[in-house]
């Protein structure tokens, strides 16, 4: 047994700051010399690349539906064996989940599963008194759950915080205020249509990482949160030892392509990828003119490509190596923006149409409202570079674009049977064209760690013509 600081930062909304207190709490625990190991509770791709970038160290994702509670606590217990601090950023409002009738899916419901208290984040704008009010609500919502104390957001000046300090003291007895963090628009992260910057558009430059750890030192005494948040970890955790060891065979090259456009993938997608045999090679379809050599497969992962299309479109001559490589027989996996990559073209949001791969026969428009959102479930209905037919996994859709065209192609084949958390959806998705595979939903291979191993099996002896 060894002791650790872990804890949860939550919020009583999305937009409340809980990233932004996530992130300073991070940079300072790091400048202080702490190992910090970040997680993020849901699908999101965005928040763990900040993470990542600011800890030095992966940060993982937590779900209670997509990978289950069991599997987010072998995630948590395998990244926490030499870190001195968890951070675990929530999703939505700490209560909110799948539905509005039960714990599935929140971040209350995985803090329970983890064992950590929660740090609640609110935003104290125009309240005081009624601030206790909230925060008795939020505590008292569920017994169970380790409530570790308040911080108070978006404070506009020492009278505000005392006056919030009071409200805690005279009303919740046994509720810490952690700290009050004063209103500061300079360091919020920029957005754009799609929600956050990337961390591979580099928002944050040690300049604004300078100010956040400024911002949060001045408010929160962070001492007091390691010692309040201290956990007894059990360095013999069945969970900790649950994974299996790294391929030890003659690797595989599988192409990975990443840059701006081509940036969502799940850190345990590639180390399970790893661990199965591949040997993960990078590289850019923004600027690199030639796929590397020798590669067995290629993963297109999501991101922005409509930001990048006009780039992305004057780079033929890799359009033309990833179309041949397809036409030979050679296993491509592409997921959501890799998937609109691999179609005709992409219609910006200027109406601007840009030529794409062309191995699907559809395009894709950019629309300024949401297309589709939540989580999925996906059987496959034939044999697949994932697996034989009835391969099942989970994962989310997320996406602003719609396809313009028809999937209709012969030689075409439809192999996902697609269910959300309520039934089947009844919609047409996952599509194969030789050994290439596409589709706008992301899946996260820890719900069934057997298609890493068949992805890489499948790459191994696939007949690539040459």
Known sequence: MRKISAFMIAGTHSGCGKTMVTLAMIASLVRRGYRVQPFKVGPDFIDPGHHRRISGRDSHNLDGWMIGLEYSKKIFYKYTADADVAVVEGVMGLYDGYSGSDESGSSSQMAKALGIPVLLVVDARSMARSAAALTLGYRSFDPALHFGGVIFNMVGSNTHAEHLREAIAHSLSGVSVLGCLRRNESITTPSRHLGLITDEDNPFTQERIDALIDWIEDGLDLKMILEKTSIQIDSGSVYRHSFSTLYEGDRIPIGLARDQAFCFYYAENLRLLEEAGAQLVEFSPIKDHSLPKGLRGIILGGGYPELYAEQ????????????????????????????????????????????????????????????????????????????????????????????????????????????????????EEGFMKRNTLGSYIHLHWGSNPEIPQNFVRFCREADIET
């Open 312 to 427: 992305l479109a004057r780079n033929r001559s890799l359009m033309e190596q990833i179309r041949e490589f397809s036409s030979k027989g050679g296993p491509i996996y592409a997921e959501c923006g890799g998937f609109m990559y691999l179609g005709k073209s992409i219609r910006d949001l200027q109406n601007v149409e840009h030529p794409m791969v062309g191995i699907f026969p559809v395009k894709s428009v950019m629309n300024r409202s949401l297309k589709s959102l939540g989580y999925r479930e996906v059987i496959t209905l034939s044999e697949s570079p994932l697996g034989p037919k009835g391969t099942t996994a989970r994962g989310h859709e997320f996406h602003y674009s719609h396809l313009d065209g028809s999937l209709q192609d012969p030689v075409l084949i439809h192999i996902y049977n697609v269910d959300n958390r309520k039934g089947a959806e009844g919609k």
